[in-house]
């Protein structure tokens, strides 16, 4: 089958790839660029394992080609960490004992660090709103929304500083 070129920025780092037109991006971060944390379950935009996020915006990685990422800046659950030591929301995540069965835990961090990125203020509401797109069949929610409600405190600091 015929490779596509793609350019990428994936965690910072610029990426050129070759790609089958029909490679998810979830499989292209996945086996071309070994960046496994990058989870698959349902395979079809149901359970929200696969997020990442694009160009600031939290997506199934399993629903969008390799190729139509081309041009964007992708950060996965690898990216998240900050100089090599855990993020404000993964500390929290820790410290809530939110990170349950693991499987889900990258797409829930992913999205959740769209969600306060762009809404540092997000009350207990909009998070329980956002993580109905992220299904755990586990546990259930409550130290999951706790380290996120524990974590906005870094976001606003990162808004007022900028
Ligand atoms: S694997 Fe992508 S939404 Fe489930
Ligand atoms: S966190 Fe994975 S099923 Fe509950």
Redesign the pocket.
């Known amino acids: 089958m015929m490779a596509i070129s793609i350019k990428l920025t994936v965690n910072g780092a610029p990426v050129s790839l070759d790609v089958p037109a029909r490679m998810t991006l979830?499989d292209a971060l996945r086996d071309k660029l070994r960046l496994t944390g990058t989870?698959?379950?349902?395979?079809?935009?149901?359970?929200?394992?696969?997020?990442v996020i694009v160009d600031g915006l939290a997506v199934?990685?399993?629903?969008m080609l390799a190729v139509q990422a081309s041009g964007s800046e992708i950060i996965t659950v690898e990216g998240l960490g900050e100089n090599g030591a855990l993020s404000a929301l993964q500390t929290a995540f820790r410290r809530h004992h939110a990170l349950q069965c693991g499987f889900c835990t990258p797409g829930i961090l992913t999205t959740m660090h769209a969600l306060l990125s762009s809404e540092p203020g997000a009350d207990k509401e909009r998070i329980r709103e956002v993580l109905s797109g992220n299904l755990c069949r586990c546990t259930g929610y409550i130290p999951i929304v706790e380290a996120v409600l524990d974590a906005r405190q870094a976001y606003r600091r990162k808004e007022t500083a900028r």
């Open positions: 979830a989870h698959l379950a349902c395979e079809h935009g149901v359970c929200g394992a696969c997020t199934r990685a399993c629903l």
